[in-house]
Nanobody
Framework: QVQLVESGGGLVQPGGSLRLSCAASRRVFGINRMAWYRQAPGKERDLVASITVGGTTNYADSVKGRFTISGDNAKNTVYLQMNNLKPEDTAVYYC???????????WGAGTQVTVSS
């Protein structure tokens, strides 16, 4: 069973930056897409950003221009660079990897990001 481990979360002031990382416990073959989601208290889990194996990226409107997703398929790692963070970015951030023609889905346990002064 593949496990995804996120890291890089924490407490940051508004306007600050964080870089999240998500690494797989073993090689995942046939990756189709890697993505970051987030869930704030009392809200649904929403897509933040995604990147396909071909390098196509997609971002939620609320993070465009501030967040950048990147992936390293060889290392089975996905990153999320978050700049100009705002209090409304506060949430638990989860990574997700889909593989095998989107038949297999793997989720990380999440990492807390808190933006507060």
């Amino acid at each position: 069973q593949v496990q995804l481990v996120e890291s890089g979360g924490g407490l940051v002031q508004p306007g600050g930056s964080l870089r999240l990382s998500c690494a797989a416990s073993r090689r995942v073959f046939g990756i189709n897409r890697m993505a970051w989601y987030r869930q704030a208290p009392g809200k649904e889990r929403d897509l933040v950003a995604s990147i396909t194996v071909g390098g196509t990226t997609n971002y939620a409107d609320s993070v465009k221009g501030r967040f950048t997703i990147s992936g390293d398929n060889a290392k089975n790692t996905v990153y999320l660079q978050m700049n100009n963070l705002k209090p409304e970015d506060t949430a638990v951030y989860y990574c997700k990897v889909t593989a095998n023609m989107y038949k297999d889905q793997y989720w990380g346990a999440g990492t807390q990001v808190t933006v507060s002064s």
